[in-house]
């Protein structure tokens, strides 16, 4: 019997995501969507599919059994708690919200619930590559990590929609994810470094560089640049007591010929990711079809966002911000090594 969604957003990745649970993956229907732009909403709505005025009257339909959250941030924390209270499990495009206090209360209702039923898209930890490295430090074949390098490059980003703050508390977010994972650590202290200005991106802060303390005493360096313009270039390479483990360049097919040697590079987000949003959802399907979340948590998605809040107090303070984190509770005290495996 296949699982019964509604999709709330369907811009350029709610889009994608109805392309996907609709054509790619089995096990589920698209029964309902809604978007704050009706005609949007309309032409993204697969046959059949009931389109909703307000996100509200989707989740709680009767005909909806999960939910894929695909709207702006901003409006998350509203429409993780209806579907928390409805008891529906949710998927959540990041960021899961915008505060800490968003966070605390969107984790405070799914506790009293007494289950996990949000996963956020954090699609890294589902790409075949970042588990494969994952393997290999949680391995310990090469000792303990002590240095984690970071690379995060897109060739550009929307003029006027990407403010100065965003890449960090908006692109940082996935690099804070996939370090707390891959070093199964917490990140307890920011600090960022702001180069000359790329002329490519106007008044926009870019590039940065964010260095991240975690609790081991591992240090964690992203590099953020968001006009780098020759594509989207995605890297990772951990240093390691007795040596160094990288992530393979995206796509790994290398031309040789009378020009020289060369590589392709991925254009945006989707062509890197698209195998790991596949399997983020094939995941979240099978949890979800038994009334839970799986993969990166509720406790994720607030350690995310402090790390993000540090960034941008860092980047005005000059110095290192230090994370403070509440306790965690019971029912997210799932190893970070085991956490997506």
Excluded at 69 to 77: D, F, V
Aim: include cysteine.
């Amino acid at each position: 019997m296949s699982l019964k969604v509604g999709v709330i957003g369907t811009g350029m990745i709610g889009q994608d995501h109805i392309r996907r649970l609709t054509e790619v993956l089995s096990g589920v229907d698209v029964v309902a969507v809604t978007d704050i732009v009706q005609d949007r909403a309309r032409a993204a709505a697969p046959r059949g599919a009931a389109v909703f005025d307000t996100p509200q009257a989707l989740i709680s339909s009767d005909a909806v059994e999960a939910v894929v959250i695909c709207s702006w941030g901003p409006a998350h924390e509203e429409q993780l708690l209806a579907c928390i209270a409805a008891g529906k499990p949710v998927f959540c495009e990041k960021p899961l919200v915008t505060s800490e206090a968003a966070a605390r209360r969107v984790m405070e209702a799914e506790v009293i619930v007494g289950r996990r039923l949000v996963q956020v898209g954090f699609m890294r930890r589902f790409d075949a590559d970042y588990r494969r490295l994952k393997r290999v430090i949680d391995g310990g074949s090469l000792g303990a990590p002590l240095m984690f390098h970071s690379v995060h490059r897109n060739a550009s980003v929307p003029v006027g929609l990407y403010t100065s703050d965003m890449p960090l508390n908006d692109t940082l977010v996935h690099d804070a994810d996939i370090s707390r994972w891959l070093l199964s650590d917490e990140i307890i202290g920011v600090e960022v470094r702001v180069p000359r200005r790329s002329t490519r991106g106007g008044d926009l802060r870019d590039p940065v560089i964010v260095l991240l303390h975690t609790a081991s005493g591992v240090l964690v360096d992203v590099e953020i640049s968001v006009n780098i313009a020759y594509g989207y270039d995605i890297r990772g390479e951990v240093s390691c007591e007795q040596g160094v483990a990288a992530l393979p360049n995206r796509p790994a097919t290398v031309i040789s010929d009378r020009h020289g040697i060369r590589q392709a590079i991925p254009e945006d987000w989707r062509e890197r990711f698209i195998e790991a949003y596949d399997q983020e959802f094939r995941e979240w399907i099978v949890a979800a079809s038994e009334g839970t979340a799986t993969g990166p948590s509720t406790w994720d998605g607030y350690a995310a966002t402090l790390t993000a809040d540090a960034a941008l107090r860092a980047v005005s303070s000059g110095g290192l911000e230090r994370i403070a984190m509440i306790d965690k509770p019971a029912l997210y005290d799932v190893p970070l090594a085991l956490a997506a495996e």
